[in-house]
């Protein structure tokens, strides 16, 4: 005789508490971790990336939101605030009082890692503009600005903050195997 697997889930959801996997305050410094490279990131996107300039001007801000008027690729820009976005799901779901399965919540904080070598890889690859002989040959000067700095210190940021999350996410369920297996002996 064999059992319907629906009633051994059943029976196995029913021996599992119903608790979140992290206490308030964790959920709260996970959010921090994780929420202050994503803010830094998310602002580094508007700030100048680069300045073009003249010996003797101000010069122009490039920032990764501007690039497109000024025919550079808004790519950069777009993947980099998707990823943001896509990092934010980890730290949102782990406030609904719904048990969620361990394995989708470790796989989700890996998100947060994701989006920081997104932006990493984003930085590496714009590390200098294409025309960038052009601007020198015509006499313009060209620094990096704040948006560099930032966008950089959130991206390693994010990748230290999701390795964090997924490292206390893992410890956590852990701990809950730990207590099931205690409970069933």
Sequence with gaps: MTTDPADELAADSAKRPHTALFTPMARIVHVLICGIPIVVTF????????????PDSAGTPISWATASQIQGSERPFVSTLVFLALALVPLVL????RKIPNSLLLGLSSFVVVAGGVALGNVAVNLEPEN????????FI????????????GAVGLIAAGTVLMLRARAAIRRREDILVQQEA
């Design 132 to 139: 960038m002989r052009w601007v020198e040959y015509n006499g």
């Design 142 to 153: 060209l620094e990096r600005g704040i948006g560099f700095g930032f966008i950089l210190a």
């Design 43 to 54: 602002i580094g996107l508007f700030l100048p990336y680069f300045q073009i300039r003249t």
């Design 94 to 97: 782990q406030f609904f009082e």
